[in-house]
């Protein structure tokens, strides 16, 4: 079992950028791909960045790339998701999730609110 904790979320201004954690236990984090999800009201949810467990692949939803980051320190058990030039369509709960393997993640966090006004 993986206890995922999600942090820093907020309310900023459209250009603003803010830096999401989650913070991970119950297993040995450097043994799981780490993705971010999101979700806005009435829409389904998406995906947002994934990383590999090695750190050497990444992936990114078009609409976030060249704005997002996603890292992760195995060290600390902890995986990030840097946001810049955030816009009012990227407001939504964010989640941190993990897999052990291929297919679907496993294990989610309970997500962070993130609100973009314009």
């Known amino acids: 079992q993986v206890q995922l904790v999600e942090s820093g979320g907020g309310l900023v201004w459209a250009g603003d950028s803010l830096r999401l954690s989650c913070a991970a236990s119950g297993r040995t984090f450097s043994n799981y791909d780490m993705g971010w999800f999101r979700q806005a009201p009435g829409k389904e949810r998406e995906f947002v960045a994934s990383i590999s467990r090695s750190r050497s692949s990444t992936s990114y939803a078009d609409s976030v790339k060249g704005r997002f980051t996603i890292s992760r320190d195995n060290a600390k058990n902890t995986v990030y998701l840097r946001m810049n030039s955030l816009k009012p369509e990227d407001t939504a709960v964010y989640y941190c999730?993990?897999?052990?393997?291929?297919?679907?993640?496993?294990?989610w966090g309970q997500g962070t609110q993130v609100t973009v006004s314009s």
């Open positions: 999730a993990a897999r052990s393997g291929v297919g679907r993640y496993n294990y």
